[in-house]
């Protein structure tokens, strides 16, 4: 059995935050505070609540599962609990574990489906029931556009979990999201010097990409830097998401004359189309006097675990692994394997460190309020927190930070050493000037 | 020309596993007259009966190294499986083709799972509404899935085929080709093999044994059968224990091809009720010639060539024959008049 | 059967009491935690949509597996409509309506040309196919998996340039159509809808849409032809949808893709049947059943269960918290699943037959107080 879901022990629930529930029951309609406030869910007691959206069911559940597990372990953090995690190496120092502008951290949860509509339809109950004052979470760039510019009408903060779409700080972005994940764009530009490395410039790619925004968004980044170095796309074929068996889009690869094939596919799409290409033999073949390979552009430990020994030698970007070795990845990896017994996914980190950052923020500004908020996120630089020196961007609300690039690992050690980290991208490589992605910002919203 | 035949390749590979899940359904419709939603699930159950027989395979035995630790600080574990240390080679041969082993184990575990869903539910069925039996099963079904996920979590579990057959086949070379131009994956062509010899298997037991002339009468005329003083219920029960048989073995089989997670039912449950309607209700051939119809068709929607005239064609590509044979054939390929047009 | 002989006269007190428990719902349903603007619409979008799809199941007996599509259209047509003219509610409606309606009406009368399973698997083909090519090869029309928004660089025509920098929500006459004023839009727009359903159930219409499902080769050999009633409807019920679509871009401005998907249009199946087919209130008790459990059992964690638990002994606790939480959180689907084949097992007739059971329990005691109601079934 390889995947055990650890119960957080008893204690560390009744301490965690006996508040959520409180938060459940508590009438809104009549008490309605929107008149008494400066902004919207302004925490009026000693509590402050968090919302944590995450998918629960469909494909990407034991993904959310873990985003889950990092949120309540961030909570833990925040409110002293445990041994502190990231928050004895993180640069920043204003929190001090007694929770946030003296508040304590509360949270609710709930469950995004992987559907726009229940995502933003789990928001709005945050929002307008549980009086959530963020929202944060979600596995899928459709969900995280939709429920950024949810909150952006409804004037919460949006902490982005796992999206690598460019569109989310792109032509989609909101001055109440933020997303510290990285995007197709760095993951094309810190790809194509270690391709170009071990591959060469004279290869012929042949690209099959989900079809949707962002398996284009994928495709036409690793274009972009690839054709700069000098490879030749042969072809770049749509495949429809969730299509399952992907064997009549993988033989006419076969005779392509491509010599590279790259996969823009994610989640249970990457597990099956890589599954199948290796069955097909594309690895053992010689094209143009060179051995085909295979490219996955982005990776996640829970996918690597879903396609076993296919992804051995597979290079891919990934944001974060837990075999870091600095001090703020050491601290977190032993923060939550001791806690849940098994390394945190990437997911996972982006989504503890989120809502580390928008702690740190409301803590800075001393106020929750979405704009004094968005203001000190806004240019923040730090760091140890397992990416190296970071920065907020101010222009579009994108993390900048370094990127690593991944290999499927010959001889794994355990079920979850499947990656190794072959190069870490410096942050100066992956920038792009920020209006290049389109897109407007406008301005905060403090929902009154 | 190889584009094509790789194709057609492609297409039968896929018509075999589309006939192999819409046989069991359309013998659940013809004979029993139930729809039957949860018939994804047994596909799954089938996939998830290789994936546990492999994890019990894999029951490790713990050492721990005091010496190393792991990242997060608590003593390093070394695994070994069980099977390896007492059995040795047999040991490692179980490991290596525990997918076709574990059909040994799907057989027992889908017939006993059929029979308790037919006894303990679907018997209650067989004289209520469509509509009653659609929210039953798809309950059902939804209840089997999340079991599954609880125990085995929502991340697809890699299952590999036995080494001798994990590479691909140059069956170009042999046919007079250059070599290297038509490989084929040597488990797709054990699948397709698989495939046919299960579709003929239950077409001979329905045709040369008494017990598939009663099924087959019953699936005509139900209502004279009972009055020749036929226990036509007794028949069904094993009819639908062979039904979860067959999706359940499908199921085992294409672990290799698709990595199971515990929604791959859901997945192919709409895909396999238009198989089984465009090859007409209650009819067993209509249902296989669809698969591989559909199978075919797709495959070849999904080359650049026809997808630069019509783009997006191959999503659509199985729906719009599914329109057009039902215009064109009011009862889908081989249907027959009078089953559930009402 | 509900409300089987019923006079005009209890049908209008009928239809009062049930207008006075849509618009107390805020007040009646904070108790169970399901008194906030979102779900609240969501009631009342869902029971429309399944009121409408009930009209064409319960009363025709046909099943249609693709109901979802005319869901997305009105969205689609909705927000369009936002984009072009403004943000005002009225036209967004009635241009969903009318393109839902031409929609059903093509697919109709296609589908219509077959029976049984087989019309089934064909409306089920046509939403699939609307499904996925508005996800991927239409998404200049939809936006794709990111779903269709209304941005600040649309026309809107009759909003005009003084409003650019309002919110970008529907507005009726000064009203946001959010929180509880787009509730009471929607609650409004719902009654309307049951209102004409109760009508329609009533009318010479709807006897003649009964009788396609009662015996449809007999009402051929009176000379009459099922056809164009069962057509008729077909687009009613699809309007029906596409007025749902409309309304859920109306509370919250955008349409996604996967409201086309089969299993959205299964989920408005499951929400009749497990209502009640056929009966007026039932589809519309299904609809908030499930989205009830959508909503607040998935919000469950184990925090939660500690704190509803909390007044057990420590030893009883634990495992009890640890046994439900398997049916709340990421668990939800496994109470819907188990609540669908209770309810099927133990109550054939959804959940309207529940209530008409406890209805019979009561009246049998107080003898024919109550004599316009909740007579026995007919057939």
Redesign the interface.
Known sequence: MSFIRKPLNRRSILRAGAMGGAALATPTIFTSKVWSQTYLNEPTGAEVTFGFNVPQTGAYADEGADELRAYQLAVKHLNGEGDGGMLNTFSSKALTGQGVNGKKVAFVTGDTQTKSDAARASAKRMIEKDGAIMITGGSSSGVAIAVQSLCQEAGVIFMAGLTHSNDTTGKDKRANGFRHFFNTEMSGAALAPVLKNAYGTDRKAYHLTADYTWGWSQEGSIKKYTEDMGWETVAAVRTPLGAGDFSQYITPVLNSGADVLVLNHYGKDMVNSLTQAVQFGLRDKQVNGKQFEIIVPLYSRLMAQGAGENVKGIFGSTNWHWSLQDEGSKAFVKSFGQEYGFPPSQAAHTCYVQAILYADAAQRAGSFMPSAVGESLEGFEFEGMGNGPTLYRAADHQCFKDVLVVKGKENPSSQFDLLEVVEVTPRAQVEYPADMLGGELGNFNNGV | M??IL??L???L??GG?YALIALGLTLIFGTLGV?NFAHGALFMLGAFCAVSFH?ILNIEMVAIDPEKT?????PLEIRTPYVETYLGDFGHWMLNYSVPVSILLAIPVMLLVGFVMERG?IK?FYN?P???Q???T??????L???I??????????Q??PQTV???ADIGAALGFDP??????Y??MVYLGFAAAVIGAVFAFLKFTTFGMVVRAGMADRDTVGLLGINIERRFTIVFAIAAVVAGLAGVMYT????P?Y??GM??L?LS??VV??GG?GSLPGAVAAGFLLGIL??FA???EV?AIL??I???II??V??VI??VR???LLGRKGV??? | MVLKNSSPTSDLIFFAVFAVAVLTMPVWLEPIGAGYPDLLQKFAIYGLFATGFNLLFGLTGYLSFGHAAFLGVGSYTAVWTFKLLGMNPIPAVIMAIITSGIFALLIGYVSLRRSGIYFSILTLAFAQMSYNLAYSVLTPITNGETGLRVLRSDPRLFDGAGEAQGPLLANLFGFEMTGYAGFYFCAVVLLIGFFIAQRIFRSPFGIMLRAVKTNQNRMTYTGLNPRPYTLAAFVISGMYAGLAGALLCITDPLAGAERMQWTASGEVVLMTILGGAGTLLGPILGAALIKYFENIFSAFNEQTLHEIFGFLPDFLEYPVVSVSSLFVGEGWHLTLGVLFMIIVIFLPGGLMEGVSRITRLFRRKPQKSEPSRATAPAE
């Open positions: 190889d584009v790789l194709q390749l492609n297409g590979d896929k596993a729809v994890e792991t990242a997060w600080g608590t539910l209650h209520r469509h509509a009653d659609i929210l039953v798809f309950g059902l079904a939804i209840v899935q999340e079991i996920k609880t125990v085995f979590g929502a991340n697809p579990i890699p590999t085929a994990r590479g691909a290297g131009v038509i490989v084929y994956p488990w797709r290799p091809i698709l990595p997670d929604h791959m997945d192919f709409v009720f238009v309607v465009v209700m797709q495959s999904s080359m650049n997808k783009p997006g191959d999503q659509i729906y719009l599914a329109v039902l215009l009011p009862r889908g559930m047009e009402s």
